[in-house]
């Protein structure tokens, strides 16, 4: 058989047998929908209708009002419980993933697991929205940093 020559791990032995599997996909009529000349393999084609459906303009609002006030409550929250945490809350507002975050304190040399990343953001975004800021007090508090 022709895949019992190729080694794991041996690259050209690899391409050598994906092309041959290419080909007999392609003598069948086989069409892949991912562009396999590139890297990335991206889709051929592909329909911003499932992004325009998963992402309508009231939840990219809604998205945009959360990160502003999660920004404010940044700013002008005073009993974050260490700089940790606040360093945490500071990647969250810039839209990073527990795990992102998580990586990031690793990559620094700081043992922290995204559980407790998750652990800590769900805490904050309870104390957060508790606390109610209306629109008009995130608007005054932006206006008095710009100002300064």
Same mark, same amino acid.
């Given at each position: 058989?022709? /895949?019992?020559?190729?080694?794991?791990?041996?690259?050209?032995? @690899?391409?050598?047998?994906?092309?041959? +599997?290419?080909?007999?996909?392609?003598?069948?009529? @086989?069409? *892949?929908?991912?562009?396999?000349?590139?890297?990335?393999? @991206?889709?051929?084609?592909? /329909?911003?209708?499932?992004?325009?459906?998963?992402?309508?303009?009231?939840?990219?609002?809604?998205?945009?009002?959360?990160? *502003?006030?999660?920004? /404010?409550?940044? +700013?002008?929250?005073?009993? @974050?419980?260490?700089?940790?945490?606040?360093?945490?809350w500071w990647l969250h507002c810039q839209g990073m993933s527990r795990r992102e975050i998580a990586a990031d304190f690793i990559s620094k040399g700081i043992k922290i697991s995204d559980s407790l990343v998750q652990i800590i953001v769900a805490r904050l975004k309870k104390i957060m929205h508790s606390q109610l800021w209306s629109s008009n007090d995130r608007n005054n508090s932006q206006e008095e940093l710009d100002n300064d």
């Amino acid at each position: 058989m022709i /895949h019992g020559s190729y080694e794991l791990g041996n690259k050209e032995d @690899f391409n050598n047998l994906q092309n041959f +599997w290419y080909q007999k996909l392609k003598e069948t009529g @086989f069409q *892949d929908i991912e562009d396999t000349q590139s890297e990335q393999r @991206f889709l051929k084609q592909w /329909h911003s209708r499932y992004f325009f459906i998963r992402n309508t303009p009231e939840e990219y609002q809604e998205n945009m009002d959360y990160f *502003d006030m999660s920004l /404010h409550f940044y +700013w002008n929250y005073a009993d @974050f419980q260490n700089q940790r945490e606040k360093q945490i809350w500071w990647l969250h507002c810039q839209g990073m993933s527990r795990r992102e975050i998580a990586a990031d304190f690793i990559s620094k040399g700081i043992k922290i697991s995204d559980s407790l990343v998750q652990i800590i953001v769900a805490r904050l975004k309870k104390i957060m929205h508790s606390q109610l800021w209306s629109s008009n007090d995130r608007n005054n508090s932006q206006e008095e940093l710009d100002n300064d």
